[in-house]
């Protein structure tokens, strides 16, 4: 029986009927529906619409449900259902009868869908936070197995200061760590409860929504019946959180592709995650990295979707939210694939120190640290900023580097040269003179590498305690 029949004389066209269902993407919203079914069911016990038989007869029913969909997924098979909603009404009637009728009784599928996918993006959260932690704990390793190793820092894409190798990883581990914050904010906003909200106005029961709330673990009832059935905030929340962590992810497999290549050769592509060319038979190419940067593509494009579908929206549920589902699993499916992937990566691959450090020490590198040791003997910025590019300019003729001058050249510039000069351009001297909180010198950064440690820790303590 269809959820909506009575009022129509003549049947639905069926290629009309196939093509607004959902079932086909809205049933691994299943669990959910389950279980906010069974939160409904006690608030209808308790508001006398069910007897205490009548209330075990359907839980058991939902629970026979779950139990034959995980015997077998053929069970979610069905040519007639429209949605999850409908498939588990008509599944409930099968095995227990009329009685199963009786679980619409007060509520609408508008707040039905709403609560679902706030349930679903909430255990995608929690998985996803779990996920990004072990990415962060792999990113952690990585920089401490570099230890003193250095390589150089790029602005504009040219050479800019050296810094540690765990410097550098630091900078992502910021990235993802923020990623996972602005998931757990998502998640602290979203955990409100619409049920009880009905098609749009309210209960037409006096059902207990602080009781329906607190089974479904979320903070409270929604405040507004309007607004909790057209609300998809969360939606686009989530998937504007996953499209920056995607970003990042992109950005992060850019440089690795980019430090893979033989020009660079800083990294070693771990062979288990590379492909080779069918043509040339020496290619080992980055895939995984490629991907990665092309995930962020459609993952961006989902969160486009999803805003271009909200905003011509009247209040309040229009049908149009239907289509909000796929481009969230979509975005949702591509992240929780791609995360453990990366952390995989990560583990496997090895860098090229040597050739991190050859790049750190050519290239004028060490030009402001050498600009520093004037101002330090009382040469105002400006002028050491001049009298150290003239100095370069030298070097460039010469075809060496600052430390090669001699103590004359140098002196010729600059009377203060001291022999103490050549001390303060050795790579060593050039990180430890970035003693700052946040900065590339060895004690700070493993100050900010236990720090980091602590922060991944509280995100798998937050997540532990809300499973
Ligand atoms: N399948 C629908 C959706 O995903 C469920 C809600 C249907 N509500 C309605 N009034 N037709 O949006």
Known sequence: MKMWSGRFRQPLNPEFEHWQRSFEFD?????????????????????????????????QGLEKIGELTTASPAFLEDPEAEDVHHFVEKQLVALVGD?????????????????????YVRTVIDQLRTDLAEFGYALVD????????????????????????AHWLLAYLEMFLRDAERLADCRWR???????????????LPLDRRAMAASLGFGSPTANSIDATSDRDFILEFVNSLSILAMHLSRWAEEMILFSSQEFGFINLPEAYSTGSSAMPQKKNPDLLELTRGKAARVIGCATALLVTLKGLPLAYNKDLQETQEPLFDAADSMLSLVPLVTKWMKAVTFNYERMREAAQSGFINAWAAATYLVQRGVPFRLAHEQIGRAVQICLEKQCELQELSLEELQSLNPVFDRDFYVCLSLESVLSVHDVAGGTAPARVQQALSAVEERIKSICEEVHAHA
């Open 27 to 59: 049933k691994r919203l299943l669990t959910h529906e389950l279980g906010a079914s069974n939160a409904h069911a006690h608030a209808l016990r308790e508001a006398g619409v069910l007897s205490s038989d009548e209330l075990i007869t359907i839980l």
């Open 99 to 119: 009685t199963g009728y009786k679980l619409h009784s007060g509520r609408s599928r508008n707040e039905q869908i709403a609560t679902d996918l706030r349930l």
């Open 142 to 165: 990585c920089a401490r197995q570099a230890k003193d190793a250095v390589m150089p820092a790029y602005t504009h894409m040219q050479r800019a200061e050296p810094v540690l190798v």
């Open 190 to 204: 979203l955990n409100v409860c619409p049920l009880g909200s009905g098609a749009v106005a309210g209960a037409t």
